[in-house]
């Protein structure tokens, strides 16, 4: 049973880290084909545009991914994260969040089969640390969808499609 188990964690760690590395990629393919305004554009008001939810996925992870995981205290001011009066560069909102996924897959790597079942206290919330990983990753990924999804409604016919079967390399594509 012990090596089910190990090879599972594995996997799922595995998995955990191609969802962020696919996620990346495809946000990172999005943001290129945008110019500034296009970035900060809100299909209506109260709606987030592709800068905010850039913000919002590295707070997310942060909070989540490395610091509720790892059980230290983390400063995160989500309002914020959707105000679309502070505007940054494309590439400033891509470097946090490469940075900030460059250190969940550290952590990830460095869990312990025990440390998946682990208690945290996240956002006011008790969960193991499978429980925030699974809140997390996940959360990107839908977040990744709906950036795609600003991204086409823009563009429209100009949008340039990520996935090419033929250079796909194996790996199940986001």
Same mark, same amino acid.
């Given at each position: 049973?012990?090596?089910?188990?190990?090879?599972? *964690?594995?996997?799922?760690?595995?998995?955990?880290?191609?969802?962020?590395?696919?996620?990346?990629?495809?946000?990172?393919?999005?943001?290129?084909?945008?110019?500034?305004?296009?970035?900060?554009?809100?299909?209506?008001?109260?709606?987030?545009? *592709?800068?905010?939810?850039?913000?919002?996925?590295?707070?997310?992870?942060?909070?989540?991914?490395?610091?509720? %995981?790892?059980?230290?205290?983390?400063?995160?001011?989500?309002?914020?994260?959707?105000?679309?009066?502070?505007?940054?560069?494309?590439? *400033?909102?891509?470097?946090?969040?490469?940075?900030?996924?460059?250190?969940?897959?550290?952590?990830?790597?460095?869990?312990?089969?025990?440390?998946? %079942?682990?208690?945290?206290?996240?956002?006011?919330?008790?969960?193991? *640390?499978?429980?925030?990983?699974?809140?997390?990753?996940?959360?990107?990924?839908?977040?990744?969808?709906?950036?795609?999804?600003?991204?086409?409604?823009?563009?429209?016919?100009?949008?340039?499609?990520?996935?090419?079967?033929?250079?796909?390399?194996?790996?199940?594509?986001?």
């Amino acid at each position: 049973m012990s090596e089910l188990r190990e090879q599972f *964690v594995g996997q799922f760690r595995a998995e955990c880290i191609h969802l962020l590395n696919q996620s990346f990629s495809r946000i990172t393919y999005c943001v290129m084909q945008l110019d500034a305004a296009q970035l900060w554009w809100q299909p209506a008001a109260g709606q987030n545009s *592709v800068g905010a939810l850039l913000r919002h996925l590295a707070g997310n992870l942060q909070q989540w991914a490395v610091d509720g %995981v790892l059980d230290q205290p983390g400063f995160r001011d989500r309002n914020a994260e959707f105000h679309a009066e502070a505007v940054e560069s494309a590439e *400033v909102l891509l470097q946090r969040l490469e940075q900030v996924i460059e250190r969940a897959r550290e952590v990830l790597s460095a869990l312990g089969d025990d440390d998946f %079942v682990q208690t945290r206290s996240i956002q006011g919330f008790e969960v193991t *640390v499978l429980g925030a990983i699974m809140h997390t990753v996940p959360h990107l990924v839908g977040h990744t969808h709906q950036i795609v999804t600003l991204t086409r409604m823009q563009l429209g016919a100009n949008y340039q499609f990520h996935w090419d079967s033929a250079v796909s390399g194996g790996s199940v594509p986001l």
